[in-house]
C-alpha cells in the first residue's frame, strides 16, 4: 500500500489541535509563525516541542536566537493565526491587517497580547526529521488567562463546543 502526502495530510487533518503563534525577537523585531505541530514533552524538567519546516523564515531564527514564545490563541484570535500562517508575510503589519500587539518579557521575547497562554522557551535541542526540524525547549516561565482557545481541525478553524456528560 502507498500512501500519498495527500492522504497523509488528510489523516492528520483528522486530529483537532490548538493553534500556537510561535514568536522570536529577531534583531529588534518580532517574528511569528502559526504553528499546531507543538505539544507537551516533559514534566521533569519542563519540555516542550515544537515543528517547523525547513523553509519557514522563523526556522534561521529559531537556530539564531535560541529563544522564543509560545502563544496558545483564544478564539478570537483567527486573524492573528491566518496573518502568521502566510508564507510570504511581513512581521511590520501584523497589528494593523490582524490587530496582533505584543509586549516583551524581561529575555526581550515577544509576548502577544489576549492569548490564552503563554510560554517563554529557551531551546535545549532541535533534531533535523524530513523537511522540518523538531525544536525541544525548556519552559522558563508560564502566563495563563481565562477564556476559550482556537482550534484548527480538517483544515478549518473552530471553537469549543459544549463538555460532553461525564
Known sequence: MSV???DFRKAMGCF???????TVDFEG????????AFTSVSLDPLLVLV??????????QLHAKKRFGVNMLAES????SE????????????????GARFERTPHGTPVLHGALAYLECRLHTA????DHT?????VEDVVVREGDPLLYFQGKYRSVGPALGT
Open 83 to 98: 496573518y502568521y500562517a502566510r508564507p510570504a508575510r511581513t512581521h511590520e503589519r501584523a497589528e494593523q491587517e490582524a
Open 29 to 36: 523585531e518580532v517574528h511569528g509563525m502559526t504553528a499546531n
Open 16 to 22: 483537532a489541535t490548538g493553534v500556537t503563534v510561535i
Open 134 to 138: 523538531i525544536f525541544i525547549a525548556e
Open 51 to 60: 515543528c517547523v519546516d525547513h523553509k519557514a523564515r522563523t526556522h534561521a
Open 4 to 6: 500519498t502526502q495527500a
Open 127 to 130: 533534531q533535523d526529521a524530513g
Open 77 to 80: 484570535q483567527r486573524a492573528i
